[in-house]
């Protein structure tokens, strides 16, 4: 008898092999990156990756800890966090032995005539009884070939991966709030710079319909003046259509009411300097990005499914084990002759499928080829995100620079020209066009200047935050 059931077991392990052959060889070299981004600015130069975010704003710190605190998208990534978790906890379970208790009481009853009517007349048989019991059982697969270890990787891969995108939505969410804080307080640099356009193109307003009543100026200067005055109205005007937009974008990233926004957005201290950008490598990109990690970990999941898949082509052994008690009466359930058990080995393995396990394999090779490529793109895209943000810091730094140069030389024209039709050495008219030069050009240099602010957080973003 052992020696048949020897031969069957082998039988078995021989087979099993035959189902499917060895899984795809899949090479999963790193991506290969430039030794530097092509618009680093000088290591003299460089600043901190963490100042590039606005944290000397304190309405900035206020919003960003509110949305920390309970924003919807970060409770959902949460969520999908202890979900992963979940999983993993479970597959950790199933390397472990399984416990079962159960406890029964039957009772039946049988037909004393199915036994026959030949039996001794002092032997009676009662129909009726009742049996007692309780058993404690225990199982566990030994895990030969690996399978539930894989299965174990890649639930702890796919929790890193969870941990990860909830790491790039809380990046993400700090940058789109210090975006919203930045566009804000550009619009109150706008609006300060509107009101002083509006307030000098009143006065030469006021001046050219004075000097129109007294015959010394034509009425074509008032005329003229008004429409500068006119202008800088329309263009104050529309900046609350701006500044509802931020709100609601600020009421969606936070969960908080309008009002309470609205109060902690008090006015700033006006423009900051520019803080420089900060040098690091296309290979830090590897760990900051909290995508490309995720993409990394998703990765190592898939290769841990194709072990696993490729496992399932060898024999499962299960052994186990029960203990029980069982009785027809309460008061003899705990007697020695209740005691009952059992021990058993068992191996299942596949011995012909029609190429199920094989497809299985397949597609578990292929789902691998789609995670390698889903890294290389995600390591490309903040290779990309990056180089664009470097760029764009320098480009806007030039446009701030030049936007305040032009603003500067227009008020100083100005200031020159007003000086001189004083002193009767020009005609109004010259002052009127140096004043339609220079309206607008302080607002177009703080939205410059709210744009390289801009510029850096985007960088802050490609570069992984913090």
């Given at each position: 008898?052992?020696?048949?059931?020897?031969?069957?077991?082998?039988?078995?392990?021989?087979?099993?092999?035959?189902?499917?052959?060895?899984?795809?060889?899949?090479?999963?070299?790193?991506?290969?990156?430039?030794?530097?981004?092509?618009?680093?600015?000088?290591?003299?130069?460089?600043?901190?990756?963490?100042?590039?975010?606005?944290?000397?704003?304190?309405?900035?710190?206020?919003?960003?800890?509110?949305?920390?605190?309970?924003?919807?998208?970060?409770?959902?990534?949460?969520?999908?966090?202890?979900?992963?978790?979940?999983?993993?906890?479970?597959?950790?379970?199933?390397?472990?032995?399984?416990?079962?208790?159960?406890?029964?009481?039957?009772?039946?009853?049988?037909?004393?005539?199915?036994?026959?009517?030949s039996l001794p007349p002092a032997i009676t048989i009662d129909p009726d009884r009742t049996s007692y019991g309780a058993t404690l059982g225990a199982?566990?697969?030994?895990?030969?070939?690996?399978?539930?270890?894989?299965?174990?990787?890649?639930?702890?891969?796919?929790?890193?991966?969870?941990?990860?995108?909830?790491?790039?939505?809380?990046?993400?969410?700090?940058?789109?709030?210090?975006?919203?804080?930045?566009?804000w307080r550009s619009l109150e640099a706008r609006q300060a710079a509107l009101s002083r356009d509006l307030d000098a193109a009143d006065n030469l307003?006021?001046?050219?319909?004075?000097?129109?009543?007294?015959?010394?100026?034509?009425?074509?200067?008032?005329?003229?003046?008004?429409?500068?005055?006119?202008?800088?109205?329309?263009?104050?005007?529309?900046?609350?259509?701006?500044?509802?937009?931020?709100?609601?974008?600020?009421?969606?990233?936070?969960?908080?009411?309008?009002?309470?926004?609205?109060?902690?957005?008090?006015?700033?201290?006006?423009?900051?300097?520019?803080?420089?950008?900060?040098?690091?490598?296309?290979?830090?990109?590897?760990?900051?990005?909290?995508?490309?990690?995720?993409?990394?970990?998703?990765?190592?999941?898939?290769?841990?499914?194709?072990?696993?898949?490729?496992?399932?082509?060898?024999?499962?052994?299960?052994?186990?084990a029960t203990l029980g008690l069982l009785a027809f009466s309460p008061g003899q359930l705990f007697d020695d002759e209740s005691l009952i058990g059992?021990?058993?080995?068992?191996?299942?393995?596949?011995?012909?499928?029609?190429?199920?396990?094989?497809?299985?394999?397949?597609?578990?090779?292929?789902?691998?080829?789609?995670?390698?490529?889903?890294?290389?793109?995600?390591?490309?895209?903040?290779?990309?995100?990056?180089?664009?943000?470097?760029?764009?810091?320098?480009?806007?730094?030039?446009?701030?620079?030049?936007?305040?140069?032009?603003?500067?030389?227009?008020?100083?024209?100005?200031?020159?020209?007003?000086?001189?039709?004083?002193?009767?050495?020009?005609?109004?008219?010259?002052?009127?066009?140096?004043?339609?030069?220079?309206?607008?050009?302080?607002?177009?240099?703080?939205?410059?200047?709210?744009?390289?602010?801009?510029?850096?957080?985007?960088?802050?973003?490609?570069?992984?935050?913090?």
């Open positions: 008898m052992m020696r048949k059931a020897a031969l069957t077991a082998l039988l078995a392990l021989g087979s099993a092999g035959c189902v499917a052959g060895p899984p795809p060889q899949i090479d999963t070299p790193p991506p290969i990156l430039p030794a530097s981004f092509s618009y680093l600015p000088d290591a003299v130069e460089a600043g901190s990756l963490a100042a590039l975010l606005p944290h000397d704003d304190a309405g900035f710190v206020a919003l960003r800890d509110a949305a920390l605190a309970d924003a919807p998208s970060l409770g959902e990534a949460a969520a999908r966090i202890e979900r992963a978790r979940a999983a993993a906890r479970r597959a950790r379970a199933e390397r472990a032995p399984q416990l079962d208790l159960s406890a029964s009481v039957e009772t039946s009853r049988t037909n004393p005539g199915s036994l026959g009517a199982r566990w697969e030994t895990d030969l070939f690996g399978r539930l270890r894989a299965e174990q990787r890649a639930a702890a891969a796919r929790l890193d991966a969870a941990t990860a995108d909830a790491d790039a939505v809380r990046v993400a969410l700090i940058a789109d709030i210090a975006s919203q804080v930045v566009d307003a006021r001046l050219a319909a004075s000097r129109t009543k007294a015959g010394l100026a034509p009425g074509i200067d008032a005329a003229r003046a008004e429409a500068i005055a006119a202008s800088s109205r329309s263009r104050l005007a529309a900046l609350d259509g701006e500044r509802a937009n931020l709100v609601g974008r600020l009421v969606t990233l936070t969960a908080r009411d309008a009002a309470w926004l609205v109060e902690q957005l008090v006015p700033g201290a006006g423009a900051q300097p520019l803080p420089a950008a900060p040098a690091t490598l296309p290979s830090d990109l590897l760990t900051r990005r909290p995508d490309v990690a995720a993409a990394a970990a998703r990765l190592a999941a898939a290769d841990s499914d194709l072990a696993a898949t490729a496992a399932r082509r060898f024999p499962r052994l299960s052994l186990s059992s021990l058993a080995a068992a191996i299942a393995a596949p011995l012909l499928d029609f190429g199920r396990i094989s497809a299985e394999i397949d597609a578990a090779a292929a789902d691998k080829k789609i995670a390698f490529q889903q890294y290389r793109a995600a390591v490309f895209d903040a290779l990309g995100d990056a180089e664009s943000g470097y760029r764009l810091v320098a480009a806007s730094d030039a446009r701030a620079f030049a936007t305040a140069d032009e603003a500067a030389r227009l008020a100083r024209v100005e200031a020159l020209t007003a000086t001189r039709v004083r002193a009767g050495l020009a005609d109004l008219s010259a002052e009127l066009e140096a004043r339609r030069q220079a309206d607008g050009a302080t607002e177009r240099a703080a939205i410059a200047h709210g744009e390289a602010r801009r510029a850096r957080l985007l960088l802050w973003l490609a570069l992984g935050g913090s």
